[in-house]
């Protein structure tokens, strides 16, 4: 599975938009991106994925690059209990394969 | 979204003695599960590949004869940790794909202490 990165930490302000980004350069043209998080002490939790178009859900909007290259999980309207480690993964779909993590970002939230 | 329960949540135990952690998917058939273990501060990481009615798949540096996985059905998956250690103290963490391959579901985790 393509390599990621993702930046160690960032802090958002409670009810700010948290914009936290991804580099996934040597994607390949099968793999998806997947946005997980973890909050302390619980497994991961799913957020999001995409292939190339941009994507939204109830708790998240994913933004693709046009190239795929990097991608960047958008939380609205980030609240206290969105504090968590985020995790972006690239992996084919339809595979029976494990999510790779690496070390993702801690995301805190400041009230 | 599909549930994946794990049992029990935390658990304290003697050096020398086993372990079972129970992995179970509530609301989908999952015909492959994945074992993580995840130590302070660091990053999920992956000890085995689960797969039902076959052995297991090991990732390289894990002992299978001391980490067992049993994958009888295709809703449970077991990790028995034996003759554990206080180095085996760590947070496993069960994942689950339903046969659709969609994302994929983890449990809560396992705490494991041993002192």
């Known amino acids: 599975d393509a390599k990621t990165t993702q930046p160690p930490s960032m802090d958002c302000a409670e009810g700010r938009a948290a914009n936290l980004p991804c580099n996934h350069s040597t994607i390949s043209g099968n793999e998806y991106v997947y946005w997980y998080r973890q909050i302390h002490s619980q497994g991961p939790q799913y957020i999001i994925h995409g292939l190339k178009n941009n994507e939204t859900n109830e708790m998240a909007s994913l933004i693709i690059t046009e190239d795929r290259k990097s991608s960047t999980l958008i939380l609205p309207h980030a609240t206290l209990r969105d504090t968590a480690v985020y995790y972006c993964?690239?992996?084919?779909?339809?595979?029976?394969?494990?999510?790779?993590f690496g070390s993702g970002t801690q995301l805190t939230v400041l009230p | 979204g599909a549930v994946v329960s794990q049992h029990p949540s935390w658990v304290i135990c003697k050096s020398g003695t086993s372990v079972k952690i129970e992995c179970r998917s509530l609301?989908?058939?999952?015909?492959?599960m994945f074992w993580y273990r995840q130590f302070p501060k660091q990053s999920l990481m992956l000890m085995a590949t689960?797969?039902?009615?076959?052995?297991?798949?090991?990732e390289q540096g894990v002992e299978k004869d001391k980490f067992l996985i049993n994958h009888a059905s295709l809703t449970l998956s077991t990790l028995t940790v034996t003759s554990a250690h206080p180095e085996d103290s760590s947070f496993y963490i069960c994942?689950?794909?339903?046969?659709?391959?969609?994302?994929?579901?983890f449990g809560q985790g396992t705490r494991l202490t041993v002192v």
């Open positions: 689960s797969n039902e009615g076959s052995k297991a798949t090991y």
């Open positions: 609301d989908f058939q999952a015909t492959t």
């Open positions: 994942s689950a794909r339903d046969q659709q391959n969609t994302e994929a579901f």
């Open positions: 993964i690239v992996s084919p779909w339809g595979s029976a394969r494990q999510l790779t």
